[in-house]
Nanobody
């Protein structure tokens, strides 16, 4: 099993930026794909972005051009740089691992709250 711990959430004004971090430990051989999901109040969890070991990425259409996912394989870390934040980006953001891009996540972090509001 993999343990995932997120950090970096908070309150930001529309148009602002935040950087989320996720530290992974445990069965790191499972860290083929890592990424971020989010869940807004009253909505289902949705994919935000994922990245595999080679650096290939995919993004939800709603965040393309504004969010950037990256990872540091040596440190077992994944990051989400979020720019031009909008109120609709408000959600709990979860770090995940998966066996491949598009696969159902295998492991979940506890989540970090991101609130975009003036």
């Amino acid at each position: 099993q993999v343990q995932l711990v997120e950090s970096g959430g908070g309150l930001v004004q529309p148009g602002g930026s935040l950087r989320l971090s996720c530290a992974a430990s445990g069965s790191i051989f499972r860290l083929y794909a890592m990424g971020w999901y989010r869940q807004a109040p009253g909505k289902q969890r949705e994919l935000v972005a994922t990245i595999i070991r080679t650096g290939f990425t995919n993004y939800a259409d709603s965040v393309k051009g504004r969010f950037t996912i990256s990872r540091d394989n040596a440190k077992n870390m994944v990051y989400l740089q979020m720019n031009s934040l909008r109120p609709e980006d408000t959600a709990v953001y979860y770090c995940i691992t998966a066996s491949s891009l598009g696969a159902t996540p295998s492991d979940w972090g506890q989540g970090t709250q991101v609130t975009v509001s003036s």
